[in-house]
């Protein structure tokens, strides 16, 4: 897509000879679009750390994340991809804070540094770290035996993104998520950066979100689904997000 920004007149005018006001919400969802593309291509969500650990998130996912868990409240935060440790930590500090829950965190390598951090973190005793492939039948069940009978479950995939690893990931970890509860299949933002200098023309089609997207349809229990806004006094609606159609709400 090509458009022109005339801050001056206060206008932005598409391609296709159609003109916007600039201060509108159709002009604000374009700037974020690109914001999106260009903010990811520089690495901005590279460039912060949640409780002393770096987390690669955007901050919008991190703030819309934290209303779910609020709102949830589950007993358990089960996370494929470890990285730096980051997210687990956002995750047991939310648990924390609401005065339950605990977090799993699942990874193919979990490099020893990060392990240490997260291990002597002070809230490492609500984060149980479990090394091997995510969707390797026998991690699954060793997840699966971190979990009580009727606790509440919600599921964060954030390891390897292509499509083949994603679907398989929710093949495997969708039947822990309790009704009400969500698998988030994050980092769907992939298919939109095939033009950018860092992506890749494959992720068109290879990406999380067209893997949530067609789970969705071969399971009816799930539906695509972002938690409602908690406040808004703006005319918004829609995430400014990594996470497009990441979402996947266990309705039964």
Not at 13 to 40: C, M
Not at 60 to 82: K, M, N
Not at 119 to 127: D, N, Q, W
Request: include cysteine.
């Amino acid at each position: 897509m090509k458009f022109e920004i005339d801050t001056e007149r206060g206008e932005i005018k598409f391609e296709n000879g159609q003109i916007t006001p600039l201060y509108s919400d159709e002009g604000f969802k374009a700037v974020a679009a690109l914001w999106l593309k260009v903010g990811w291509n520089q690495k901005y969500n590279y460039s912060f750390t949640w409780f002393g650990v770096p987390i690669i998130q955007l901050p919008d996912d991190v703030l819309r994340f934290q209303e779910a868990v609020f709102a949830l409240q589950p007993d358990v935060i089960v996370e494929t991809g470890v990285a730096h440790g980051g997210s687990l930590v956002l995750s047991a500090s939310l648990c924390k804070l609401i005065g339950k829950g605990r977090v799993i965190g699942v990874d193919i390598e979990i490099r020893p540094h990060n392990r240490t951090r997260i291990e002597s973190h002070p809230l490492a005793s609500m984060i149980t770290l479990i090394e091997g492939s995510s969707t390797a039948p026998d991690v699954v069940e060793k997840v699966r035996g971190f979990i009580k009978n009727g606790e509440k479950v919600l599921v964060v995939l954030d390891s390897n993104h292509t499509y083949a690893h994603v679907a398989a990931e929710l093949d495997a970890y969708a039947p822990l998520v309790t009704p009400g509860s969500y698998i988030v299949s994050t980092d769907g933002l992939m298919r939109d950066l095939t033009d950018v200098p860092r992506g890749q023309t494959g992720w068109a089609k290879d990406n999380p979100a067209n893997a949530a997207e067609d789970f969705a349809r071969k399971n009816p229990a799930f539906i695509i689904e972002e938690p409602a806004w908690k406040f808004n006094e703006s005319t918004l609606s829609g995430n400014i997000t990594h996470w497009p159609s990441a979402w996947l709400k266990r309705t039964a």
